[in-house]
């Protein structure tokens, strides 16, 4: 669930950052527009985009970017994001006359065929963000689990050499003062204990 939010508020802030896009460029042409129209536009858009990004997300998973089988993971996303694109047109085909994205009452094939001259290519970066996104925090991931074993590596170490000088103090102590060396053993029995 929390994973669903965080998708539905990345590409509602996108949607939101496109139609102000919109909205301050057509201002700055002199064809003022409303808030409304680009807004319902560019939300349906993202919307669309939230939908199939968990599926882009297990994608990228299953076929992350490394130097085992490079050229597959390359070769799936290519044809990944051709897919998700035309699916993203397709879906957004259906909504664009609801959403006022078309001027004319069109088909839904004439629809798609002109978003898909007009706009696969503008389409293609969102996939590509979403698996960089999705492949800087699997490398993140990793480097937080590297550095974990790395520090119970360094603990592994450091209680064998930690026993190690206490039992040394002990038997430097039992020739100089037992009683200061019993008073360490019972330490290092309670602590150990602990």
């Known amino acids: 669930m929390r994973r669903a939010l965080i998708i539905a508020a990345g590409w509602t802030l996108c949607g939101v950052l496109l139609a102000a896009q919109a909205h301050v460029s057509a201002a700055m042409r002199s064809e003022p527009i409303g808030w409304v129209r680009p807004l319902a536009i560019w939300l349906a858009w993202a919307w669309i985009w939230a939908l199939l990004t968990p599926a882009i997300l297990r994608l ?33 085909a259906l909504v664009a006359p609801l959403v006022g994205a078309t001027s004319d009452a069109g088909s839904w094939s004439a ?34 689990q590297f550095a974990e074993a790395r520090l119970l590596a360094l603990k592994a170490q450091l209680q064998p050499h930690f026993l190690f000088n206490a039992l040394n103090t002990v038997s430097v102590l039992m020739r100089e003062d037992a009683d200061a060396a019993d008073d360490v053993l019972v330490g290092l029995s309670a602590l150990l204990r602990k």
């Open 60 to 92: 990228t998973a299953r076929y992350p970017f490394g130097r085992a089988r490079a050229l597959r993971s390359v070769l799936v996303h290519v044809a990944g994001s051709v897919v998700a694109v035309l699916l993203n047109l397709a879906l957004f």
């Open 111 to 144: 629809t798609f065929l002109r978003l898909l001259g007009s706009t696969f290519l503008l389409d293609l970066p969102a996939y590509w963000l979403l698996v960089i996104v999705a492949e800087t925090t699997r490398l993140s991931r990793l480097e937080g």
